[in-house]
């Protein structure tokens, strides 16, 4: 008897959306490396089926009922998913960045494919704005003279336009991160934009936890070759990998905590969205395993990225000034994990992990003297006055080492992060504001 997840993947196939996919990312270099992922065509084995039956009145419908046991609600759900998947790849966009690289002495001008996501679209004023990857759009080999490594010439394409001449839309890179791998794209005044029916901003998960099973997709600009899909499902709610920005000859290695999937990677998806089936980007894809793995891609959690982007694109709002890093709060605080263990199944019927967060050190800053060594910490919460009085931006019970890590990244000029911290059996509250000498670019 044929397993229903084997089926499900078969009849995703059969529909379309198991594409090809290309996302680029590794994990020992950047995403633009890396062997191509092999496509499921269900349509080859329907061919196939009507051909050794010489029964060419044999509709698609009747084969996935009788050679592939799907019942009506089997194919209702491949239909939604189905759905989800055309709508997310009018939230993606195909990214081409071209460099002038010094390579081996000699300068050329090369370009590179890469993926994005759109954050929010103005037709009337045919202004965008896209994230992608900080690797999308840097390149060490581009980084001499005068040059900073960022690409002097980046063009985005909405989909079904892909790679036209006359449909490119120039773009800007207005902020970039090496620490994050993660880039913001502008784009003003776009005629192509404004004449656009197409393209709308993505919508992002609420839930700030990922649970391994849940079933997702992966959109991106795959080799290169236009927007594409490919299907798979969380295999691991949190892992770390590791991406070389620099050369091989003069390595720049940054670690990254990602979600892995098994949805096919390839390059040329780096920058594109992982959706869920409800059409909510849960990651950014940035990375995918050496070559001698099979089923092992990686994507930026959107608690995080959401957070980065916010305040990358605040920062550029205020300035108008672009900047190579994002603005945090230099909090000081460094945490481990102090025990780990599963609650079982949670209300939603998803099995979860807790981990106590406790305090290693406070290095500096105005946490020093307030939050201390062996504090576990329990809750966050951000409090800021806009004129309207005092409120919860952020209000985080603190079950996963990065919750604290990804909340403290909403913390901006001004705002009172209020500490809910178990100190010697007793729960306690410590209050922090941080002034504009607080943060740093990283």
Known sequence: MRSKSIKRLLACGALSFALCFAAAGCVTTNGRDGVDGKDLNIYDIYAAVKAETANDDLTFDEFLREYLSYTPSDIEEAVSI???????????????????????????????????????????????????????????????????????????????????????????????????????????????VKRSKFGEAAKWRSDEETYLGETVYAIGNANGEKLSANLGYISKDLDLVYVNLGTDSVPEQYYYNVLRTSATINSGNSGGGLYNIGGEVVGLVNAKGRAESVGVGYALPASAIKRV?????????????????????????????????????NDKGFAEIVEEVTVKSVAFGKTLGTVERGDIIKRIRILRNDGGGERAVEDMPVKREHNFKDVMLAVRAGDTVEYTLLRDGKEIVRKVTYLEDDFQLI
């Open 309 to 345: 982007a916010a305040s990358m694109i605040e920062r550029y709002a205020q300035t108008g000034e672009e900047a190579h890093g994002v603005n945090v709060v230099k909090h000081g605080v460094e945490t481990e994990i102090t025990d780990s263990y599963s609650t079982g199944l």
């Open 82 to 192: 189905q759905k989800s998947v055309n709508k997310s790849l009018l939230s993606g966009v195909a990214v081409r960045s071209s460099f002038i690289e010094r390579v081996s002495g000699v300068t050329v001008r090369n370009t590179y494919s890469g993926s994005g996501i759109i954050l929010d679209i103005d037709r009337q004023k045919g202004d965008m704005t896209v994230v992608t990857n900080c690797h999308v759009v840097y390149s060490a080999k581009a980084n001499f003279g005068e040059q900073d490594g960022y690409c002097d010439d980046v063009s985005v394409w909405l989909y079904g336009s892909e790679f036209l001449d006359t449909t490119a839309i120039s773009a800007k890179v207005v902020a970039a991160s090496k620490t994050y791998d993660t880039a913001i794209l502008k784009i003003e005044g776009s005629e192509q």
